[in-house]
């Protein structure tokens, strides 16, 4: 990476899109650092920082163990992709760049460097509006709403087939500006919603006007029916003014889906709406309203307007208690330990990808979501979840003691063995 980009203090900044053109603008795309991935430490620590601002706040900690450890299986989730292809958004990019651009911007001008600030989070929200109003598109980002809680875990709550469609929204840039500014902007426009999923920042003031705050954001995660279908912004909060969808927090926020998912296993909370939309496509009447199913909102139904009826939106009491299956304390302590040896797991794979041959990576995978799986089914008390994590556990000995998982700390492998 670029020296310019490497220091703490210039990744904090990255966090809230703090870096100006001069540290942030580069020749290629290989000279862009990963921003996401430098990020990490400070994602654990503001997430500390969080809970220990909300106990001082409330009494009560941000978050639950089961919701946070389901957040950061779907977030691992959402990456694994990532170890075996270069990211889509970018690969289709540099394709539209190299083949059909009609001008060259220059990489290292200020003005290049804003007009794609603005450029990607107008391709964003666009991208997010349609992601809620196209059911197939629903789908696949109803994901990073699943959640009951909101704290900066939810923030890492990601799509894993999301990006398969947000690229196409990208390309008309690709016309005219380099990809290593795009690359830069993608990844701080993905960094700036990090900080915005809490509870413990009220109101910011006059910027509320301007920028996407985590009281504009609350709202787009709310159920309430005034919440429904407002704030998509990513970074800026001025294109949900001019388009009409913008709506200011007003009443008590009560998070997650309208029709609550009630689980924590990440695989099902990935996969369930598609096999929703395939059972409702072949249950609906008629080829437009089979077509209309996949392509009109979440809330339609034949006879029905595009985004369905707004009087159909379960009613908000108030007294909504989120899905929280009592689990004894030892299993709490059990799945959080457990859970951090994938951490571990997951973070030497993505350090060593390039020297392991494909099929390793692949055992990896393979043993990285055989893991969030079992965590899933445990934290809801499952009577079959037992079963698969002592096979779970069986595999990862096999597997440790052939030298297909590797810790990035030696020292631990006997304790991990144990």
């Known amino acids: 990476g670029n020296p310019r980009a ?92 190299n083949n059909y651009r009609l001008l060259e911007l220059p990489w290292d001008s200020p003005w290049t460097w804003y007009l794609t600030l603005l450029g990607v989070d107008f391709a964003y929200y666009c991208f997010h509006r349609i992601s809620h109003e196209v059911n197939i598109l629903w789908a696949a980002h109803q994901v990073h709403h699943s959640s009951e809680d ?33 690359a830069v902007h993608l990844q701080f426009n993905l960094l700036y919603q990090f900080w915005i999923h809490t509870e413990v920042i009220t109101n910011l003031g006059p910027l509320e006007w301007i920028l996407n705050t985590p009281s504009h954001h609350r709202v ?15 970074t800026l909060i001025i294109w949900d003014r001019i388009f009409g969808t913008f709506e200011a927090e007003d009443a008590k926020v009560v998070y997650g889906l309208t029709h609550p998912v009630n689980s924590f296993d990440p695989i099902m909370l990935q996969l369930r709406p598609l096999a929703h939309i395939w059972n409702t496509f072949w249950a609906t009447p008629g080829f437009c309203n089979k077509l209309s199913v996949i392509f009109k909102g979440p809330g339609w139904g034949p006879g029905k307007p595009r985004l369905g009826l707004p009087e159909e939106i379960p009613v908000i009491t108030g007294k909504e208690v989120p899905f929280n299956p009592s689990v004894p ?49 445990l934290m809801e008390n499952r009577s079959k979840a037992r079963i698969l994590e002592i096979i779970r556990c069986l595999v990862f000995i096999g597997v440790y003691k052939l030298g297909y998982l590797r810790s990035q700390f030696s020292s631990l492998g006997y304790t991990y063995e144990v």
């Open 150 to 182: 909101y704290n900066l875990f939810t923030a890492l709550r990601q799509s894993m087939l999301q990006k398969y469609t947000s690229w196409i929204f990208n390309l008309p840039m690709a016309l005219f500006i380099p990809p290593s500014v795009f």
């Open 329 to 377: 304390a030892y299993l709490n302590c059990y799945a959080v330990v457990h859970f951090a040896v994938i951490m571990d797991l997951y973070t030497e794979l993505l350090g060593t990808v390039t020297m392991l041959s494909q099929g390793t990576v692949l055992l990896r995978i393979g043993f990285i979501i055989l893991s969030l799986a079992s965590f899933g089914l």
């Open 6 to 97: 490497t220091a703490p203090g210039q990744q904090l900044r990255a966090l809230f899109y703090a870096l100006p053109p001069g540290e942030s603008s580069f020749r290629t795309v290989e000279e862009v650092p990963d921003y996401v991935e430098k990020s990490i430490p400070f994602f654990i620590a503001f997430i500390g920082l969080e809970f220990a601002v909300s106990w001082v706040q409330k009494r009560k900690l941000s978050g639950r163990i089961n919701d946070g450890i389901s957040s950061l299986s779907l977030g691992i989730l959402s990456r694994l992709p990532d170890v075996l292809f270069r990211s889509v958004d970018l690969i289709s990019y540099i394709y539209i760049w």
């Open 220 to 234: 787009h995660h709310g159920r309430n029916p005034y919440c429904i279908d407002k704030n998509y912004g990513g």
